[in-house]
């Protein structure tokens, strides 16, 4: 769910459209919104700054990666061999031979039906999502959570948005694939941010994109194995 669908104070107003314009999870009608909005409103803006520092260690987890030189190579191709070929000097002998031309294009043809027959013949193995987000939230709740999951470093990083659990209380995450029965990813730390690994079991149903949920449970986790308390933020994971 994103604050294109409802974007009413009660879903967390300015401060989450802010937070998943830097993840990223707005639809491009919604972005083109918000980078208006960043443009003419400065108290947006500074939310949008806000939001960039807070995920920024998200970030540097991964190491940069230089391109490989052919890429660069490849665009000047792209950009310029036409440029090039026109102001060339036109050439004899097997550069202007008909029959050559000829061949080559029959040669040409011939290699793209490989090209193209060999994914059928050999389907390539879908690749998962290495990183899926939510926006967490429910209506009648003051609880907002972002939710990023890593497959790579098999874990879910939350970023409290708003609300508190009472005293004596825990959020507990879940997670929920169609009309199975929630399984517990373990009770959420305290605090702004937290990490928690995520178990092999449920890493196959989470690389399918299935939903978050998190509940208000007794301190400790819900005795029961299955929610026990409201559930108070819950979103669908969707790819980035």
Do not use: C
């Not at 050559?100 to 879908?126: D, E, K, M, S, T």
């Not at 508190?164 to 009309?179: H, N, P, V, Y």
């Not at 959420?188 to 178990?199: C, F, H, K, L, N």
Request: hydrophobic fraction near 45%.
């Amino acid at each position: 769910m994103t604050l294109g669908e409802d974007n009413g104070p009660e879903r967390g107003g300015d401060d989450l459209l802010a937070a998943e314009y830097v993840l990223g999870v707005l639809t491009a009608d919604e972005r083109r919104i918000a980078s208006r909005r960043i443009d003419t409103e400065p108290d947006f803006a500074r939310l949008v700054d806000t939001w960039e520092a807070h995920f920024a260690p998200m970030a540097g987890a991964y190491a940069a990666v230089e391109p490989p030189i052919s890429v660069k190579a490849a665009i000047d191709r792209r950009l310029f061999a036409s440029s090039a070929a026109t102001s060339a000097e036109p050439r004899a002998g097997l550069w202007s031979s008909l029959a050559f031309w000829r061949g080559l294009a029959v040669a040409a043809i011939a290699a793209l039906a490989v090209y193209v027959a060999l994914p059928l013949i050999n389907p390539p193995a879908p690749r998962p999502e290495t990183r899926l987000v939510a926006s967490l939230a429910a209506e009648n709740s003051n609880v907002k959570y972002l939710a990023v999951y890593d497959a790579a470093r098999r874990e879910v990083g939350l970023s409290l948005v708003s609300g508190e659990r009472a005293a004596g209380k825990d959020f507990e995450l879940w997670m929920i694939e169609g009309k199975n029965a929630p399984v517990s990813m373990g009770v959420i730390p305290a605090g702004q941010t937290a990490r928690m690994a995520v178990s092999p079991a449920v890493q196959q149903k989470l690389a399918q994109g299935a939903v978050l949920a998190v509940s208000l449970e007794p301190a400790g986790g819900s005795p029961t194995g299955q929610p026990t308390g409201p559930v108070v933020a819950a979103g669908d994971l969707k790819g980035i």
